[in-house]
């Protein structure tokens, strides 16, 4: 069983701020991992994934995640908040195998302020 | 972007009544899926497929119904539609079944609502 949890529905920054979004998983086997983001009307894009290659990893718009094993996290960060980051973003793990099932968390809206 | 076109966009249906949502695809992926959004949910697996004809159920499958009878269609039915079936829809797509290997992309949903 694989299920991915986002601490905070809701995160508010300043423009200019950093940005954490928590990501914690649960997967039986060692898991992909991955960012989406959710833009208002519009489907999710992909932000970044882990694949067990570089713990850290780079994805669009500034943004990076860390996997860390030992904590079963996957927190997505950017050192500095645009206005054109606000959106939701989600969190999701897929446990590998065929049929690509990926479990999504609930969502982080991100709100930032100027 | 990936060619991925829902319709309608929006719907407005009465309890009861059946309703069917399209999703077509122009990139000849092979996987296509059906999620449904709903606040404090994220998204939910409804069905995939994983080639024409082939089929299976997600974990929100009850009440829904599939059909993938060319590779660019992918069709999901409400036989008879309900209030907790209000929601957003999306469809996505992948080339292969592997997440390490292509990801999902996602079309623009379709918003339903029944009254």
């Known amino acids: 069983a694989q299920s991915v949890t986002q601490l905070g529905s809701h995160v508010s920054v300043s423009e200019g701020a950093l940005v954490l979004l928590r990501c914690n998983y649960s997967s039986s086997v060692p898991p992909y991992l991955f960012w989406y983001v959710q833009y208002p009307n519009q489907g999710l894009q992909l932000l970044l994934k882990?694949?067990?290659?570089?713990?850290l990893v780079k994805g669009i718009n500034g943004f990076e995640a860390e996997f860390k094993k030992s904590e079963t996290s996957f927190h997505l960060t950017k050192p500095s908040a645009h206005m054109s980051d606000a959106a939701e973003y989600f969190c999701?793990?897929?446990?590998?195998?065929?049929?690509?099932?990926?479990?999504f968390g609930k969502g982080t809206l991100l709100t930032v302020n100027p | 972007d990936a060619g991925i076109t829902q319709s309608p966009r929006h719907k407005v249906t009465e309890t009861g009544t059946p309703v069917t949502l399209r999703c077509h695809q122009t990139e000849n992926h092979r996987y296509m899926y059906w999620y449904r959004q709903d606040p404090g949910h994220g998204l939910r697996l409804i069905h995939y497929?994983?080639?024409?004809?082939?089929?299976d159920k997600g974990e929100v499958s009850d009440g829904y119904s599939v059909s993938r009878s060319k590779t660019e269609d992918f069709l999901l039915t409400l036989e008879s539609a309900t209030s907790s079936q209000t929601s957003v829809y999306f469809c996505?797509?992948?080339?292969?079944?592997?997440?390490?290997?292509?990801?999902?992309?996602f079309g623009n949903g379709t918003r339903l609502t029944v009254t």
């Open positions: 497929s994983y080639g024409v004809k082939d089929t």
């Open positions: 996505a797509i992948s080339e292969t079944g592997v997440p390490g290997n292509s990801p999902l992309h």
């Open positions: 882990y694949t067990s290659a570089a713990t």
């Open positions: 999701a793990v897929s446990s590998g195998g065929s049929n690509y099932k990926l479990t």
